[in-house]
């Protein structure tokens, strides 16, 4: 194969596989520890420092799940331009919640092939240039996460959905601690995905600049194991391209998933 063919060849692969470059969306709480009858505050937005907000997470349902899996809506979404603010006073349960901000269809990304020259458009009803080979073509769709503990962790809350991409706790969230590992699964539909790529990242704020974060991929059954060496909140990312349903504005979805966590002393 000629080296230019090999080239564009390469570029091509590339540009299907890897993700459109984006801010990262994250649900993150005020603090970790709550009471059964906290008002828990929370952040939802897109950026690039955790948890810095830059960008609001909005068009979307958030839902609360209690400790006995029941799912509600919080209290309060308060959308401001860099973040959404949520509140929910607890109602006095003790256990595990889940907090969600349900899932936000984005922008429609197409990149295409133009006599060799790879070009991308994020208006869907722009026509192509004459010619033009479609490389990609997907809209994105983000989910963020996190759990709290009241009390001692349970587990009615971290049942998987079974449909779409997600990040299952086999090591309960409220119960990292370093020289330990976080161990999870990553599916999709329900499925396990094997080799996998997630990333790790660690929550430093306005401090010291953002570590380069920490790559896993899963094995063959979609499970993955962190070591926990460091104290502190992280965030776990992970994108993967899926069929979209029949009717989407896009033949795939760009998923976007993010787990927000706090690792302690023992």
């Known amino acids: 194969m000629p080296m230019k063919t090999c080239l564009l060849a390469g570029l091509l692969l590339a540009a299907a596989v890897m993700p459109a470059h984006a801010h990262t969306p994250y649900l993150a709480p005020a603090t970790f520890q709550i009471q059964p009858t906290s008002l828990v505050t929370l952040d939802a937005s897109f950026a690039e420092t955790f948890f810095v907000p830059e960008v609001v997470f909005d068009n979307s349902t958030f839902v609360v799940t209690d400790p006995d899996g029941v799912q509600h809506a919080p209290d309060t979404v308060h959308l401001l331009k860099t973040r959404a603010v949520v509140e929910q006073r607890l109602p006095g349960k003790k256990g595990t919640y889940r907090f969600s901000t349900g899932n936000r269809l984005g922008a429609v990304f197409r990149t295409f092939d133009v006599n060799g020259k790879l070009?991308?458009?994020?208006?869907?009803?722009?026509?192509?240039?004459?010619?033009?080979?479609?490389?990609?073509?997907?809209?994105?769709?983000?989910?963020?996460?996190?759990?709290?503990?009241?009390?001692?962790?349970?587990?009615?809350?971290?049942?998987?959905?079974?449909?779409?991409?997600?990040l299952v706790p086999v090591t309960h969230p409220s119960d990292l601690y370093v020289g330990e590992h976080f161990q999870f699964e990553?599916?999709?539909?329900?499925?396990?995905?094997?080799?996998?790529?997630?990333?790790?990242?660690?929550?430093?704020?306005?401090?010291p600049a953002q570590p380069a974060p920490i790559e896993l991929t899963t094995d063959a059954?979609?499970?993955a194991s962190l070591p926990l060496q460091h104290a502190g909140a992280y965030l776990a990312l992970i994108r993967y391209r899926g069929a979209a349903p029949e009717g989407a504005a896009a033949p795939q979805y760009g998923n976007n998933y993010t787990l927000s966590f706090r690792v302690l002393e023992p």
Do not use: C, F, M, W
């Open 221 to 223: 059954a979609g499970k």
């Open 119 to 166: 070009e991308s458009s994020r208006d869907p009803s722009a026509p192509l240039p004459a010619g033009a080979k479609i490389v990609s073509h997907y809209q994105s769709l983000s989910r963020s996460e996190v759990y709290l503990t009241a009390g001692a962790p349970t587990t009615d809350a971290l049942a998987p959905y079974g449909k779409g991409l997600e």
């Open 186 to 207: 990553v599916r999709y539909d329900g499925k396990p995905l094997p080799a996998q790529k997630v990333e790790i990242n660690r929550a430093l704020g306005d401090g």
